[in-house]
């Protein structure tokens, strides 16, 4: 096959932050992708409905002008959140989901939910109005292996949710586990997960091959070979409750290559090419499009994006480093390696 149209795809999570940085890097997405959940772990997080509000004023004001891209806003849920204007916000559009960061897990997320019986009355509202509750599902206490995290938030937090709210929409977000796969499978249609390229590339041994390699650590952290298998299985698969959510979050070089390096991999500039890839080597390419473009919406109850793309069979370097200003620079998924495939 040398190129393939599907209609425009979407990213159900990702990480634009702010400022310069935001400027930077929104245009790889905008340029690709019809909308992108926009994540909320700031600093400060975007809590309410107004902070919202203003996130997407300042998102809209850095796009290039000749682009349709929308971005989608999310809450940040904490203990203390406002039910109220949760509803509201989700009412007037302000949101389209809550982002459950238990405290602690990941990027940002010291404002995040330190016991999920504080936010029942939170849950219970998005239960009533089919608000999504989008979860990076683990749980952070030290007793628990990093690598025993999302299995262990699957039977000791999300089980008893779903339980409690079975009307609750729930995407289990960036799963990395053979659990994951085997919760959504067996659930019903409220329950969906994202998944993101490199966690159907990597496994933990890629980070510690030849030496430490801070530009693939990312939370949740790369898992087994077989938990690898089982979600490049679920991802090529065709089946309606997996789509396309690259977890792209860009942190400065200096930032990953320190004595405490950030967690996160940037992946957008060469993500739906990276992902093509992939379902090329399975032999899945019919099912590329659901993954992409489809399943997505369909999930959230939005339109399918009325325009398409084509990405051609073509090899390219991804370059190595990409300079945000004088003093900052970014390191993308898959520097310094050929892609084959490129959105024409």
């Known amino acids: 096959m040398d190129s393939i149209t599907i209609k425009r795809p979407d990213d159900w999570h990702l990480h634009i932050r702010d400022g310069k940085m935001m400027e930077a890097v929104?245009?790889?997405t905008?340029?690709?992708f019809g909308r992108a959940i926009i994540m909320p772990n700031l600093t400060p997080p975007v809590i309410t409905a107004q902070d919202a509000v203003e996130y997407h004023e300042r998102i809209m004001a850095a796009l290039p002008k000749d682009t349709q891209f929308k971005p989608l806003m999310t809450a940040y849920l904490t203990d203390n959140t406002d039910p109220d204007d949760i509803a509201k916000g989700f009412q007037e559009n302000a949101f389209v989901a809550v982002k459950l960061y238990p405290a602690h897990a990941t990027t940002n997320s010291a404002h995040g939910v330190s016991d999920i019986t504080k936010v029942d009355a939170v849950v219970k509202r998005m239960s009533e109005i089919g608000m999504p509750l989008l979860i990076h599902g683990e749980v952070t206490r030290s007793e628990v292996d990093i690598y025993d995290r999302e299995a262990v938030f699957i039977q000791e937090t999300l089980m008893p949710l779903k339980e409690k709210y079975p009307d609750l929409k729930v995407v289990l977000e960036h799963i990395t586990t053979s659990e994951a796969v085997d919760f959504v499978k067996a659930a019903d249609d409220t329950v969906a997960a994202t998944i993101t390229p490199q966690h159907i590339i990597i496994n933990r041994s890629d980070m510690f091959r030849g030496g430490i390699r801070p530009h693939l650590y990312c939370l949740p952290?790369?898992?087994?070979?077989?938990h690898r298998l089982a979600v490049?299985?679920?991802a090529v698969s065709g089946h309606k409750s997996f789509f396309l959510g690259t977890d792209s979050a860009p942190h400065p070089i200096g930032a990953k290559e320190s004595s405490c390096?950030?967690?996160g991999i940037f992946n957008v500039p060469a993500a739906i090419e990276t992902y093509l890839e992939v379902f090329e080597e399975e032999r899945k390419i019919e099912n590329f499009?659901?993954?992409a473009s489809l399943n997505?919406?369909?999930?959230?109850?939005m339109p399918v994006n009325e325009d398409s793309i084509t990405i051609v069979k073509q090899d390219w370097n991804m370059e190595n480093e990409i300079v945000i200003d004088?003093?900052?620079s970014l390191h993308p998924f898959k520097g310094g390696k050929t892609v084959t495939w490129k959105v024409q």
Do not use: D, N, Q
Request: charged share 30%; with cysteine; aromatic share 14%.
């Open 289 to 291: 499009e659901a993954f």
């Open 221 to 226: 952290i790369a898992k087994r070979e077989k």
């Open 261 to 263: 390096g950030c967690a």
């Open 26 to 28: 929104l245009p790889y």
């Open 296 to 301: 997505g919406p369909a999930f959230y109850e």
């Open 30 to 32: 905008a340029s690709v």
């Open 232 to 234: 490049r299985e679920a």
């Open 326 to 328: 004088e003093t900052t």
